[in-house]
């Protein structure tokens, strides 16, 4: 009777002391309310918030744990959080509560800062430097060598550098994003290394990054740079294992201080194994004297990664760009397909597809772009600028080239392969003018592709999201593109609109494969 007396009385004390040590390491929430709260108060619920943002950035927090900034309140200073470690099952959250984003106003000084830390969440925060050209001088969000980072649905505007950087680490999620008015670029995810080596390990560190969904705009350059580009949109750097997605990128890059090398809408370099696929970016610009300017961009040091089903419009420079620079390390074994371009290039190179590589970089090499379609208005459909182009391939792309011209390709393409692409220059047959003649590509098509082309207001109504409302772009059933381009095995297995396509059926010629 004793011991069971003893025992029940063991299992108690057990029962009682347990809870209270699983109470005591539970994940707390945290609550900061900048009008009811108190710093003095323990934080614990929302009756009991804090009060500024200071107070986050002197507790220290565990996995599972989350700091909620009341929704629709403005908070003053920045969020310094250093070596947080989270967990996968319980990652540390900054995050809002209630109804609407809480706004950061950092002033000049940057909103958020995370340093080495693992497993962070970032959420349904505003956060506004004092303007690029007022007085801030930071980025505006900042992941610092954090593995394992998500940012998802928050905006950043206001500040020198970017709305969002991200400077090494691995692990990167930036979801439902929308970066304006900042100065050298919207997002730009970056390894932070600053050695290339001579094959760019030492410089491709960071590992799975995610972007999608983000809208990057009217981020105009920043006054601090003015021996390279700013201005950009979307750019990564360093990363080996990316995939930038339904995102959008626009009038971006008008005032960059520097008359050379400029700003592209959605770009990547010195990287490996990235895809940029479903974007629309348009309207973007360079400076008055400046290069570049276009949607997208392969640059130097690329290695084995696509281009695909993007639509590109109204770009100062061109729709696709496809550069090396000098000190770049290998640029090879890249893929543009399904891609659209509609009048790109108005300032920069007049063409859709721009091949640029210094006389001085290594040689690009292994390029594939099929079933691209091309319409331009003021040159031709793919240019090339001086350089080594070695095994670079043109096939089953539509080039429409819309005014009077003796030439659809411009440049130095002697290395280059065109095969079985479509050719046509809108309004010579009316006038009783010739179709230029396409020596370089023997199996060329110069006929007529009877594309359904858009108007103004149609491109403006683009979404990637939803590529059943584009309804121009596709080919006329009476079309000479229809199933006569080259078989390719390897070929994605969609077109531009989601459709299905047969790796051993002749293809359509474009980037309608219906």
Known sequence: MKTNLLALIIVAIYMVTGCKN???????????????????????????????IEKINITGFHAGEKVLLQGGQTFNGSIHISSLRGTAKFP???NTYGKGKATILSGDSLAFLATDCQYIVLKNIIAKGS????????????FFKVHNGTIDSVEASGYLWSGIQISGGENIRITHANAHDNGFCGINVDSGEKEYGE?????????????????????PGCPEVKDNHSGSGILLGGVVNGLVEFCEAMNNGWDMPREGNGPVGIWAYMSDSIIIQHCYAHHNKTSLKGKDGGGFDFDGGITNSILQYNFSAFNEGAGYGIFQYAGATEWSNNIARYNISYNDGSKNSQAGILMWCDPIALPMKKFHAYNNTIVNNFKYGVNFEPGVYKDFLFEN?????TPETDKFIGGDFKLATFQRNAFWAIGNESKGLYQPQVILDKSAIIADPNLNLPT??????????????????????????LKSGNVISANGGRDFWGKEISSEAKPNIGADGE
């Open 131 to 142: 303007g690029r050209l007022k007085g801030n001088r930071t980025n505006g969000i900042e």
């Open 199 to 219: 094959d760019g390990s030492k410089y491709k560190t960071l590992r799975n990054v995610y972007v999608g969904h983000c809208i990057a705009d009217n981020n």
């Open 456 to 481: 103004i207001e149609d491109i403006l109504k683009i979404d990637m999201n939803d590529v059943s409302t584009i309804q121009f772009f596709k080919l006329n059933q009476n079309s000479v593109c």
């Open 397 to 401: 792309n539509i080039f429409l080239v």
């Open 92 to 94: 540390i959250e900054f």
């Open 22 to 52: 699983e109470k005591e390491n539970s994940p707390n929430t945290y609550y900061i309310n900048s009008e009811l709260g108190n710093d003095a108060n323990v934080g614990t619920s929302p009756e009991k918030a804090w009060k500024t």
